[in-house]
């Protein structure tokens, strides 16, 4: 019983990571964009991009998952549109709507991340002539290496994000295991499997980005040991 129960909820799991690739390789470059915005556009765009970041960080992630999901279709004019081939799909949504709350949350990383080179280094730029765009190009990787442990606990909780998937039908690791607990009403056995996987995937992405963590930023160690 266990183990017929373990292999129809880890059949979920290639779903959720999917779901969490994808949706971080979105949210990222849109937080980099709206790092930008924040950093050099005018004060329009700044204000739009702090409303989104409001919106996205102040609702729930399971409100946003029905509005996104369920919202477009009261729309007639979206429904009759040639984004409602996107807008009616369960797995679509469920990418946009994580990939838009952490992108929200990332934008607050890197942005902060930014804010807190030090002056030095913006001195140094402008004392070579250069813009202030040409200056962010150049400090917002090292900002990025900054803020990697931060947003590395952004990646676990995109992961643990996808159980919200199955609400809007996935078949994700939760998706199968509320499918199985509907025939078997075995609650604890089938949602403490579901636990148990999302544990032992999230505790190795902690010890592989712990590792990446120890890779990017050896060498400000060195520099901080030079220094000392």
């Known amino acids: ?71 477009p279709g009261q729309f007639q004019w979206i429904v009759d549109g040639p984004l409602w081939y996107l807008l009616s799909n369960a797995w679509f949504c469920a990418m946009l709507t994580l990939a838009l709350n952490s992108a929200a949350y990332s934008t607050q990383l890197f942005h902060g991340a930014v ?18 765009w040409q200056t962010l190009k150049i400090l917002i990787p090292y900002a990025l290496k900054r803020a990697l442990p931060s947003y590395s606990n952004e990646i676990i909780l995109v992961f643990k994000g996808t159980s ?15 499918q199985l607990y509907g025939t078997e009403y075995d609650a604890i056995t089938i949602y403490g499997i579901a636990g148990a996987i999302y544990l032992v995937i999230t505790g190795i992405a902690t010890l592989l980005l712990r590792r990446l963590e120890s890779y990017v930023l050896r060498f400000e160690r060195l520099e901080v040991e030079k220094a000392a």
């Open 115 to 132: 804010k807190a080179i030090p002056k030095g280094q913006w001195e140094s730029c402008a004392a070579l002539g250069l813009s202030r």
């Open 1 to 71: 019983m266990f183990q017929e129960y373990f292999l129809t909820i880890a059949q979920g799991i290639p779903t959720s990571l999917l779901l969490t690739v994808v949706s971080l390789a979105i949210a990222f470059f849109l937080a980099i964009g709206m790092t930008f915005l924040l950093s050099l556009g005018s004060k329009l765009l700044k204000s739009a991009v702090k409303i989104y970041v409001i919106l996205f960080t102040g609702t729930p992630l399971l409100v946003q998952f029905f509005l996104i999901y369920a919202g």
């Open 164 to 178: 919200l998937a199955s609400t809007i039908t996935i078949l994700d690791i939760m998706g199968y295991a509320r």
